[in-house]
């Protein structure tokens, strides 16, 4: 079944503006990751957070994560076109140790017009 | 490094042929990682190795699947016979026991079964 679960499926913005992905998800995670995928090639890693993390930051990424909720949003800030991209969570389960697999949300196509 | 790299890029086969894919993972990478992403299905894990050993093939779709990891630095996913159901983009994936949670993806295997 599907662990994480992005909303929206699809995003179109103006350059320049901000764009925010959510993501849900069902179990009890270690951690949760935000992937990038460009059209035609893999899927590259932007950012990781902690279940003991509430929000993170990298370059004009902000990650935020609910425990609670067993959710995650994942916002660009001062969008450019070259974000265009599908961007995809991952979680992993915990299982009382480590855990390698990740399992993938179906991902939000985000498009940013010039 | 020159990153995680997958041959071929693209192939055609036809029903019933046998399909031979191939990864190299990143050199000193611990854990390999099989994954096949369609647009109904998403991204699914299919197997993944640590020290070259199959830790868990739960998500091999069935027996005409079945991947292998020789050595440290190569691994190949063989379907045989091929069935039009299995036409998707096949990625590998490997990650280090240092910074084991982040996987980093080669540009995938583009596979069409006629």
């Known amino acids: 079944s599907q662990q994480g679960e992005e909303d929206p499926q699809a995003l179109s913005i103006q350059e320049g503006e901000n764009a925010t992905m959510n993501c849900s998800y069902k179990t009890s995670i270690n951690n949760l990751q935000w992937y990038r995928q460009n059209s035609g090639r893999g899927l590259v890693h932007l950012i990781l957070i902690r279940s003991n993390e509430r929000e993170k930051h990298s370059g004009r990424l902000r990650v935020t994560l609910d425990t609670s909720k067993k959710s995650s949003s994942l916002l660009i800030t001062a969008s450019r076109a070259a974000d265009t991209a599908s961007y995809f969570c991952a979680t992993d389960r915990d299982s009382g140790g480590s855990n390698y697999k990740l399992t993938f949300g179906k991902g939000t196509l985000l498009t940013v017009n010039p | 490094d020159a990153g995680v790299i997958q041959s071929p890029r693209h192939e055609v086969t036809e029903m019933g042929q046998e399909v031979t894919l191939r990864c190299k993972p990143i050199?000193?990478?611990?854990?390999l990682f099989w994954y096949r992403q369609t647009m109904m299905r998403g991204l699914e894990l299919l197997i993944y190795?640590?020290?070259?050993?199959?830790?868990?093939d739960s998500g091999m779709p069935e027996d005409r699947f079945s991947a292998k990891m020789p050595n440290a630095s190569f691994s190949t996913l063989k379907i045989q016979p091929s069935e039009p159901r299995d036409s998707a983009v096949y990625f590998c994936?490997?990650?280090?026991?240092?910074?084991?949670?982040?996987?980093?993806f080669g540009p995938g295997t583009r596979l069409l079964v006629l």
């Open positions: 994936a490997s990650s280090s026991r240092q910074g084991q949670e982040t996987q980093y």
């Open positions: 190795f640590n020290n070259n050993v199959p830790i868990d």
């Open positions: 050199s000193g990478h611990d854990y």
